[in-house]
């Protein structure tokens, strides 16, 4: 049987990590900017329906329609093809709380149905988490989910 995940890895790092840490100063606040690259691990599997969610802030449960936190925690998340890191009026274009869709990963063939796995090409996620000025040291936690289709092609 084949590993049918999707394979994620920060653009600095070579190896795989269940855990990213962003580092902020709580008394000015700031953003902190992280990028991951995504691809498929399978010979046999195209991945479909790509999103990346954002369900915890700052300790604070996220809904849908959130575009604003109580706590004034935010992240923006951005998708691109290349690994160069969004400018900074890609992030003001961007709104604060959403989700993002990326692109199906597998080769289609000429009517437009998958053919085959593709384990070759990247897509980048860009993650911005910022951290509102006079805020309580310590330890907050954030986390988005990343939920996708396994298609096995076999």
């Not at 269940?18 to 691990?41: K, L, M, P, V």
């Not at 990346?52 to 802030?57: C, E, G, L, N, Q």
């Not at 093809?81 to 969004?86: D, F, L, R, T, V």
């Amino acid at each position: 049987m084949s590993n049918n995940r999707l394979n994620i890895r920060a653009i600095e790092s070579s190896s795989i990590e269940e855990t990213y840490r962003f580092s902020h100063d709580g008394y000015s606040g700031g953003a902190n900017i992280r990028g991951f690259n995504i691809g498929g691990t399978s010979l046999n599997h195209v991945y479909t329906n790509i999103k990346a969610s954002i369900i915890k802030i700052g300790d604070v449960g996220l809904t849908a329609a959130d575009f604003f936190t109580s706590n004034g925690w935010s992240i923006k998340l951005i998708t691109q093809k290349i690994e160069n890191y969004p400018t900074e009026e890609e992030w003001n274009e961007t709104l604060p709380n959403t989700e993002v869709m990326l692109e199906d990963i597998g080769i289609k063939d000429s009517e437009g149905v998958f053919a085959e796995a593709d384990t070759d090409t990247l897509q980048y996620l860009f993650v911005r988490v910022f951290c509102p000025g006079h805020t309580d040291p310590g330890q907050y936690n954030h986390e988005i989910s990343l939920t996708y289709n396994s298609i096995n092609l076999e």
